[in-house]
């Protein structure tokens, strides 16, 4: 089975341009040069419907869904519960009433630690003494090792932020992790036979919690995915000059890029 992964960030958590900043990246006008924060959208067609998954819901994920044409939503995965990647939640009411006008809810997948984050952060929403008439209609669902959304399976991957322990995915032949610094050698074996690898590289600067580019580059020759498309990128590295660098089979992401994938 075949479906479509979209980018609808590829930034970081202060978005590129950043505010405050009159940087040659900050100030250029390739449109490939403005960075959203980080979220992919995967979609594909099964038994003659549409099926949509979105990992993170970031602060721009109204925007996002806005320029994408999204018009429902089957489930949401969690990569962790910084702001960058779950602040959009609440943007997923109105999507969120076509969903209970089917019947149901949206699942958001999540782990213990991120579904505690949500509950806190979206009380109005999540509190069983909530009154909010129009607060979205979701529920958070435990992230196990696989969860299978309409017959794509998502598979786990465990990484680290930092000291922060994470998770990025992967479904099918294609693998997303964001916000990483370090991926345990077990979770090496579980992208073995990727088609395309999506790996977040910040800067070259070293960062405690994030990898630089010159890591992820290493990180993909290991993986050895036929393509590697780099995200979570800060406004140090401009997207056509860094991508002149960058070795056949890798490159910078952007917002909106869109490619089939193997489910």
């Not at 390739?30 to 979609?43: A, G, I, K, M, Q």
């Not at 991120?114 to 952060?121: D, E, F, I, N, S």
């Not at 909010?132 to 959304?149: G, S």
């Not at 405690?208 to 020759?221: C, G, I, N």
Request: aromatic letters at 8%; proline letters at 6%; glycine letters at 8%.
């Amino acid at each position: 089975m075949e479906g479509l992964l979209t980018f609808l960030g590829t930034g970081t958590s202060m978005g590129v341009p950043t505010l405050g900043c009159s940087c040659a990246v900050c100030t250029s006008t390739d449109p490939h040069d403005r960075r959203l924060r980080p979220s992919v959208l995967l979609r594909w067609h099964e038994a003659g419907r549409e099926r949509v998954v979105v990992i993170d819901t970031g602060p721009d994920f109204r925007e996002q869904a806005l320029r994408t044409g999204l018009s429902r939503v089957d489930a949401v995965f969690y990569t962790h519960g910084h702001a960058d990647h779950i602040l959009g939640m609440d943007d997923l009411r109105p999507l969120s009433f076509v969903a209970a006008r089917e019947g149901g809810q949206i699942p958001l997948y999540a782990t213990e630690e991120t579904a505690g984050t949500l509950r806190k952060v979206f009380d109005y929403t999540f509190s069983p003494e909530a009154t909010y008439p129009t607060r979205a209609r979701v529920r958070i669902e435990p992230l196990e090792e696989k969860t299978t959304v309409h017959s794509v399976e998502f598979l786990r991957i465990p990484v680290l932020h930092g000291k922060m322990g994470i998770v990025g995915f992967r479904f099918g032949r294609t693998a997303y992790l964001t916000d990483v610094s370090t991926i345990p050698e077990t979770s090496f074996a579980l992208m073995e036979g990727l088609d395309c690898v999506i790996l977040s590289a910040l800067r070259h600067k070293p960062h405690p919690s994030h990898a630089t580019l010159d890591q992820a580059v290493e990180w993909a020759r290991r993986i050895g995915a036929r393509q590697t498309w780099f995200t979570h990128i800060a406004h140090e590295l401009g997207h056509a000059e860094t991508n002149r660098t960058l070795p056949d089979g890798m490159a910078l992401a952007y917002d909106g890029l869109w490619f089939p994938v193997v489910l």
